[in-house]
């Protein structure tokens, strides 16, 4: 950073960090204090160490001793202020992005790369670009209900008792709808098992260390519910997790793994939490955006080398369970200013088309995070040749069950308000082809 700050202030702006607000710009000067304070600090420690062998035999250089103790803690104070405010910086410093990730200010900037109907099948984005948008391209709206009109008459979906009982932004699935989940959960975990994945059940409570290392901390502090510490053993501050993704990465924390072990691919399903600050107003109706929801992720450690060939990898798993389920989409390749939190250096949207609403819902994020978490993690790496590197990570939202569910209602309801199981499922539902009151 000190030899490349201009090129880390234009990242941070292009990524929407204010740079003035985070005190970006003073970092090459709170850094050279840093290291003047450590080279003095070391100095005035070797000699108090010197003194105080002399001092048991020599009475006369005590009061140097003394005199160089206070000295030593005013520096060491001033130190640990400038300390902090070393580290306060870099830890709202994002990942560099990659240098294919297209440059932009909003979410309007992010590029529509590929489509897929069960009609035209793989979409280019040369295709999409000449219909003039994706949207063009996917099927019309045959009168569909939006999900929560047909879940209330289908009696799977209830938000009256769940804000009775919790208040906005719960709901309660039931009898069909869990069926349908768990079936979608045993649809991708029989690939995953398949493709050598090593199913994990991690905690949903963690420490902040881990939030930070996956880099939800600082940056999305405000979407993370704290726990009470005064109900935790020894009265830790822990936070419900909005993802497994910290909980898987952080079962690698300060360890050292070899080549010989890699790729380390795990998935979780885990019922997760987010507050949801600053979307007060919007998504209010159904399934969409609650505070309670539960998700399958997928992550991987890997070499630096293999890892956009995973990153690519895991799109591909997005795209065979949505097209094994007959839903369109469309894949957005994310600009700077829309890559969400700071480790990810690349990253695409998959988005299932809603023709009740005419556009398009977000299902499954992809992220190429380099090795920006392996750091915050110090996760290391031995390579064949015994030297240590830092590894890199990649996760992908494998299935946000809620919202596959309201593609599925979408997608498979019929005329008469009833909704058609889709083959693919069937397998898992003992029996359950048809879904009606």
Request: hydrophobic fraction near 40%; charged fraction near 25%.
């Amino acid at each position: 950073m000190r030899e490349n700050l201009d090129l880390v202030i234009e990242n941070c702006q292009r990524r929407g960090i204010d740079v003035d607000q985070i005190g970006l710009k003073d970092f090459a000067a709170v850094a050279t204090k840093r290291a003047e304070l450590l080279t003095a600090v070391e100095g005035q420690r070797a000699t108090r160490n010197e003194l105080a062998k002399r001092a048991a035999t020599d009475e006369s250089v005590r009061a140097e001793a003394r005199s160089l103790k206070e000295a030593l803690e005013q520096a060491e104070k001033e130190l640990a202020e400038v300390e902090a405010r070393y580290q306060e910086i870099l830890s709202w410093i994002p990942n560099l992005a990659a240098d294919d990730t297209p440059i932009g200010q909003s979410e309007a900037d992010n590029v529509e790369i590929a489509a897929w109907s069960p009609e035209r099948g793989e979409i280019t984005q040369q295709k999409i670009e000449q219909a003039g948008g994706a949207a063009e391209l996917m099927p019309a709206s045959v009168g569909q209900k939006d999900h929560l009109e047909i879940g209330r008459a289908l009696g799977i979906i209830d938000n009256e008792q769940s804000a009775i009982v919790s208040g906005a932004r719960f709901t309660y699935l039931r009898g069909a709808a869990v069926v349908l989940q768990n079936a979608i959960h045993q649809l991708l975990a029989e690939k995953l098992l398949a493709d050598e994945f090593t199913p994990v059940v991690p905690p949903l409570l963690v420490r902040e260390g881990a939030l930070f290392a996956s880099s939800h901390f600082p940056g999305d502090r405000d979407q993370v519910y704290a726990i009470a510490g005064e109900n935790v053993e020894e009265a830790n501050q822990l936070y419900l997790v909005g993802s497994a993704e910290p909980s898987l990465f952080a079962y690698y924390q300060d360890k050292t793994i070899t080549e010989a072990e890699l790729p380390l691919k795990m998935y979780a399903l885990t019922t997760c939490f987010r507050s949801e600050a600053g979307s007060w107003g919007k998504d209010v109706r159904g399934i969409k955006r609650v505070h309670q929801f539960d998700k399958l992720e997928m992550t991987a450690i890997t070499t630096p080398d293999k890892a956009r060939e995973t990153f690519e990898y895991f799109r591909s798993i997005n795209e065979w369970l949505l097209q094994t389920l007959q839903i369109p989409y469309r894949i957005l390749d994310m600009c700077t200013a829309d890559l969400g939190y700071f480790a990810a250096a690349k990253k695409y949207d998959v988005e299932a088309w809603m023709p009740s609403q005419g556009n398009f819902m977000e299902l499954m994020s992809d992220s190429h995070t380099t090795d920006y978490q392996a750091r915050r993690l110090n996760l290391r790496l031995r390579q064949a040749d015994g030297s240590l590197i830092y590894p890199h990570t990649v996760n992908d939202t494998g299935a946000a069950m809620g919202r596959l569910l309201i593609a599925i209602i979408e997608h498979w309801q019929q005329p008469d308000g009833t909704i058609v199981v889709p083959d693919a499922l069937r397998p898992f539902t003992f029996g359950l082809t048809e879904i009606k009151a």
